[in-house]
């Protein structure tokens, strides 16, 4: 098992910049690769970002490449996500999820929900636009 707690949310201005948090504890010596997936009102969970278990292959979606940064320190066993030149439809509570490496036996696996097996509560972001 392994419990995922996000941390960093907040509200800013557009253009502003936030890190985020998610820290790992339990099983954390398992292998395992991590993503950020968000969730904005009336829409569908979304993927954003995700980072392989060693930190040598990150995934972005589309709509946040060149902004965000993904990264990973595993000897605090926390996924970091800078999000710079924030834009008001970045809005959403943001979740992190992390799935044992295994079932990330494509790199299309780490865009899809499915794949992680732990998740946290989320951390909400508002942009203002």
């Known amino acids: 098992q392994v419990q995922l707690v996000e941390s960093g949310g907040g509200t800013v201005q557009a253009g502003d910049s936030l890190r985020l948090s998610c820290a790992a504890s339990g099983s954390t010596s398992i292998r395992y690769a991590v993503g950020w997936f968000r969730q904005a009102p009336g829409k569908e969970r979304e993927f954003v970002v995700a980072?392989?278990?060693?930190?040598?292959?990150?995934f972005y979606a589309d709509s946040v490449e060149g902004r965000f940064t993904i990264s990973r320190d595993n000897a605090k066993n926390t996924v970091y996500l800078k999000m710079n030149r924030l834009k008001h439809e970045d809005t959403a509570v943001y979740y992190c999820?992390?799935?044992?490496?295994?079932?990330?036996?494509?790199?299309?696996?780490?865009?899809?929900?499915?794949?992680?097996?732990?998740w946290g509560q989320g951390t909400q972001v508002a942009v203002a636009s």
């Open positions: 980072i392989s278990w060693r930190g040598g292959s990150t």
């Open positions: 999820a992390a799935g044992v490496g295994v079932a990330f036996y494509s790199a299309s696996r780490y865009y899809r929900a499915e794949a992680y097996t732990y």
